[in-house]
């Protein structure tokens, strides 16, 4: 896992890069600063978007919505590293600066952060300032959010907005550096637990996955690779065969006791997956495979000979990243896999009225509630409202926290004993 930075090394970092968004605001902050009279600012908190909001084409728009303000005289406009906004500019653009927040709030309107109040009734979603008054407030946010911001690209990789494009001319190049790539270094795992009726959590399987920020890094520091979805799924049908070797690399011993593998379609029919079922042998019982849907989907036909062909050797066939959405058009339980992943949030979240609850509640029933994976848990407020759905599997950052506070307390008991 990558070091912590200090305060101190982001700072300098955001000196060094003196064209970066974070250094350019500092600098406004000192003009500003000289002369806050008539000049309001605000802030945009899009940094605690759920992730599955968190894209550069939204806040591209979002950005874009305040065009006709920052043609302004005085008017500054500021995208940091963690995509949230600052606006500064001349008071008088207070109504103007109302509408394109409405255009923005509307775009996220399905995201919890649009309803979400603190104990004072402010909204989260963004914070005034009156400069005259507030700058004090406003520097403090200032240094916070250009540390947040700076700190998040340094840290994980965010892709930035002019990065090039995943496209076929750079394509081959990526896939040379793929084949050649070590896996170890990059490889990450994430828990999902089955919580019990007496509020205990218990392991159910640990998730190897590679961390597409790190990898990006090392591979590709200015290449945006989900620019391209088709072409970014030929390139991870590469990174498949890296992980396999990896994971071969080993021996089942020194693996948690289930653990899940994301894999394409087509990387089972490969070699480097056949010989992966050999070192898994007759412990095939213990490895979940997750598919993404946007490959199950564009051959229907090839999920239903994969799938078939796990389950017989005893793997467990999971469907990764289902969005509420896609089930009011499909019933997923026709796919027939072991387990399904719904993300926490947009719909999920918003169906918490007593009709959305019925509806969500009737569709779970209907798959299974013991085949449903609540993912992308950041809150306990998930984990509850999974449970009233009669759903008690769940994984995210949340579960993560639980995870570990589990396994400090069974290493204290183990201590004490």
Not at 194 to 206: C, D, E, P, S, V
Not at 269 to 281: A, R
């Amino acid at each position: 896992m990558a070091q912590k930075l200090t305060d101190s090394q982001v700072m300098r970092a955001i000196r060094a890069d003196t064209n970066g968004p974070e250094n350019k605001l500092l600098e406004n902050l000192q003009i500003l600063e000289k002369k806050p009279a008539g000049q309001c600012a605000i802030h945009i908190h899009l940094s605690q978007l759920q992730r599955t909001n968190k894209k550069p084409d939204y806040i591209r728009i979002a950005e874009r919505t305040f065009d006709n303000i920052t043609l302004a005289h005085l008017s500054e406009l500021f995208v940091l590293g963690n995509f949230d906004i600052v606006l500064t500019c001349p008071n008088n653009k207070v109504e103007e600066i109302d509408r394109a927040l409405a255009s923005i709030r509307t775009m996220f309107k399905a995201d919890p952060l649009i309803e979400r109040r603190d104990i004072s009734g402010e909204e989260a979603f963004s914070t005034w300032y009156d400069l005259e008054e507030d700058f004090e407030y406003f520097k403090e946010a200032v240094v916070s959010s250009v540390l947040a911001g700076k700190r998040q690209s340094m840290e994980f990789g965010t892709a930035s907005m002019d990065d090039e494009k995943l496209t076929p001319k750079n394509l081959d190049y990526l896939a040379r550096g793929f084949r050649k790539l070590d896996a170890r270094p990059l490889m990450r795992h994430q828990s999902a637990v089955l919580i019990g009726a007496t509020g205990q959590g218990q392991l159910l399987f640990r998730e190897y996955f590679v961390s597409i920020a790190d990898l990006r890094k090392v591979v590709a520091p200015k290449i945006d690779l989900l620019a391209d979805r088709w072409l970014f799924q030929f390139l991870t049908t590469i990174l498949d065969q890296r992980v396999l070797h990896m994971l071969r690399s080993q021996t089942m011993d020194d693996l948690p006791k289930n653990i899940s593998l994301n894999l394409n379609i087509q990387t089972v029919h490969s070699k480097d997956f056949q010989l992966f079922d050999h070192f898994v042998g007759e412990q095939a019982h213990r490895v979940i495979i997750e598919l993404q849907p946007a490959d199950v989907f564009s051959n229907i036909f090839a999920y239903e000979e994969v799938r078939d062909l796990l389950q017989a050797r005893g793997y467990k066939v999971l469907i990764d990243s289902l969005q509420p959405l896609v089930m009011d058009y499909f019933d997923p339980s026709m796919l027939k896999a072991d387990f399904y992943k719904i993300a926490w949030g947009d719909r999920l979240g918003g169906s918490a009225t007593k009709e959305g609850l019925g509806e969500m509640r009737e569709l779970i029933h209907s798959i299974g509630a013991d085949k449903i994976i609540i993912a992308l848990v950041d809150s306990e407020e998930a984990v509850r409202f999974g449970l009233q759905l009669g759903v008690q599997r769940f994984q995210g950052f949340f579960v993560d926290r639980l995870v570990g506070a589990m396994t400090q307390k069974t290493a204290a008991s183990v201590k004490g004993v």
